[in-house]
């Protein structure tokens, strides 16, 4: 039950942890499980106290990022995106979303770069969401052929095991 998993989080974050999990991921699980009962704004807060314990939580990044550009704060958004690329630099899902997000931005040269370095890290997820590279051009570069970089869907791999494996929480 969802709303038990929050009990337990709220629980650990606020009287210590019986399960041995690094706080950030307590936090992160925390967000997560509320993210999937709509509560947005709670999930956000839950994001960023994940972030402000461990910085460099590229997931938590990645998932506030998801949240906030659906909530329409883009610069917020397209920040956090790029610290989750920064923390974790082959991951494909930030770099696409990051793409999207900057596209809709109109800033489109950058976004074309994201494309190109979500593409490079994961090829095999072009092929299957927008066709096959030979047939678009996409090996040899976006640039020629823009309509297929411009239009790839995100990548909503988006870390939700209920227990995060990240590593460096020391």
Known sequence: NLLEAIAHYRQAV???????????????????????????AEAISAYQSAINLFPNFAE??????????????TEAAISHYREAIKYQP???QAYSNLGNILKNSDQLAEAIKCYEQ???????Y?????GSPRRTG???????????????????????????LCSGFG
């Open 14 to 40: 606020k009287f210590g942890n019986p399960s041995e999990l690094p706080l950030p991921t307590v936090y992160h699980n925390l967000a997560v499980t509320l993210e999937e009962i709509g509560q947005f």
């Open 60 to 73: 938590s990044h990645y998932n506030l990022a998801r949240l906030l550009e659906n909530a329409s704060q």
């Open 90 to 92: 082959n991951f494909a």
């Open 118 to 124: 979500a593409i490079a890290i994961k090829p095999d």
């Open 126 to 130: 072009a092929e299957a969401q927008a």
């Open 138 to 164: 996409l090996r040899g570069g976006l640039a020629g052929n823009l309509a297929p970089a411009l239009f790839l869907p995100p990548l909503w791999n988006c870390g939700r095991p209920l227990v995060c």
